[in-house]
Each structure stands twice: as C-alpha cells, then as structure tokens.
C-alpha cells in the first residue's frame, strides 16, 4: 500500500478515452507522458488539459504498427518524465471488415496496432518497472470485445482477446516484482470512434444496454486510475468491463433479435 505514483505514460491520449485517462491520472497527482498517431493538435489539448491539473505533460508520436520505433519512443517519455510507474496502453484502432474480405494488409495493421505494437510497448515499460525495484501498474484498454466477438470485426476481436491473454501471463510474470497488470475493457463510449465524439451519452438511447445509455470516457477513466493507484495493490490479471451491463445482454439480447440485421456490420 506504500505505492504512490508519480509518473505516467498514456498512448493514444490524443482523444476520448486516452485523453481522459491522462487527466484523471493528472489529478491523481502523476506527470503524464502522452502519444499520438495523426492527431498532434488533439495531444497538445489534452497536454493543457494535464497541465491544467498542475502536472507535467510530455508529448510524442507514436506508431503502432511502426515496431522498430515503439520501444525507443517509450524510452524517450521514460527519460523526460524521470521513470515510469504506470503504463496505459489505450492505441489501437479497428476496421470493420468482413472475414471474407479481409485482406492481409487490413489483417496487419490491426493486429500490429492493437497488439504487437501494445506488446513492445509494455514490455519495455516493465523492463523499466523491474529495473527501478519499486513496482508498478501496467493496464491495457481492450474492449468488451476481448471477450465477445462482433460481426465484422475479425482482426479486431482476435487482437482484443490475444492482448486479454497477453495481460493475465504478464500478471502471472511480473506479480514478482510488485507490478500489477489488468485490462479494462469498455463497452459502447461516446466517442469519434462511435460517433458519439461531444455528445452527452445520456441524451443517447441504447435499449440493448441494460444501462439504457452508453459511456462516457471519464468512466473508463475512473476506474483506470483506480486500477493504477495504490488501493489497487491486490488486482491483478483480472479483465474489468466497463460496459453498462452490454457483456450480460448475450443470450438475451439473442433470443430477442427479430430480424438478420445483426448479419451485417
């Protein structure tokens, strides 16, 4: 319980969910390194917003499928920030195509992004953790789809269940050295990637949800910075939906679907 982060890093926090997980770690007192893939105006604005909080901000790009670069970019935000305690991996990205048509360049990209990408990440940020003696946190964003698959989604789901399982066999490694790992994985959030970017999601309705509404980032945010704090000193290796309740709809919602529109993405 002695744990107490002082240093933070949060790929893809150039929006949504990345974003609001380096506030929320703002607030709870961390400096916050910060990446981006396209969108440097976006991670700039979510830098003020931490600075806002009274922390220190560090930005850099970051390409996920670019594997060469994503151990040297974790590097370089460990140097400027002084170290790592806690290490958020939220890149990652989707394509929406059918099995049958998914070619192995989409197959790539996706499967770099959201996993081989997250993996050298990770692993260099452990390195880092292991190598200061004095543990840490590591958490992946997943999806509610690390668990459940989606029509439409086939790299998706594969890379989302395999960095389920990265997740569990780094517990089970790094629970030696006093790091714990876990992953949080959302279900529908208003965000760009939703189309819901600025929108109230409780002005939205999602009968299927037993919620009625979907998510709002800074709830994926909340429970990050708890897994990331010192009162989450006995969690680790567990997979935590932040969902509104969209995993329990499975055999329901399927015994209630009246038409084969769920066929098509």
């Not at 370089?76 to 170290?83: A, D, I, Q, R």
Request: hydrophobic letters at 40%.
């Amino acid at each position: 319980m002695d744990f107490s982060p002082t240093t933070a890093i949060v790929t893809g926090a150039d929006s949504g969910i990345g974003r609001a997980i380096a506030v929320a770690l703002a607030e709870a007192g961390a400096d916050v390194g910060i990446t981006w893939h396209q969108d440097q105006e976006g991670a700039q604005g979510t830098a003020r917003e931490v600075e806002g909080r009274g922390a220190r901000a560090v930005v850099s790009q970051l390409d996920t499928t670019d594997l060469g670069s994503c151990p040297a970019t974790v590097e370089s935000l460990v140097k400027e920030l002084g170290g790592v305690d806690v290490f958020v991996n939220c890149a990652g990205t989707g394509d929406g195509t059918p099995f049958l048509d998914l070619d192995l360049a989409t197959w790539q990209t996706t499967v770099d992004t959201n996993l081989t990408g997250a993996f050298l990440c990770m692993q260099r940020a452990a390195k880092f953790m292991v190598d200061k003696g004095a543990g840490g946190r590591i958490i992946a964003v997943t999806s509610v789809h690390e668990t459940q698959p989606r029509v439409g989604a086939s790299a998706y789901d594969a890379s989302k269940h395999a960095l389920g399982g990265l997740v569990k066999t780094m517990a089970l490694e790094l629970g030696a050295h006093g790091i714990t790992v876990n992953s949080v994985a959302p279900g529908e959030i208003a965000t760009a990637m939703t189309g819901n970017e600025d929108v109230d999601p409780h002005t939205v309705e999602r009968p299927g949800i037993p919620l009625g509404r979907p998510g709002d980032a800074r709830e994926i945010a909340a429970v990050v910075a708890f897994l990331a704090s010192k009162a989450a000193s006995y969690v680790t290796g567990a997979s935590w939906p932040v969902d509104g309740g969209m995993l329990l709809m499975g055999p329901q919602a399927g015994s209630h679907l009246e038409g084969h529109d769920w066929r098509s993405a």
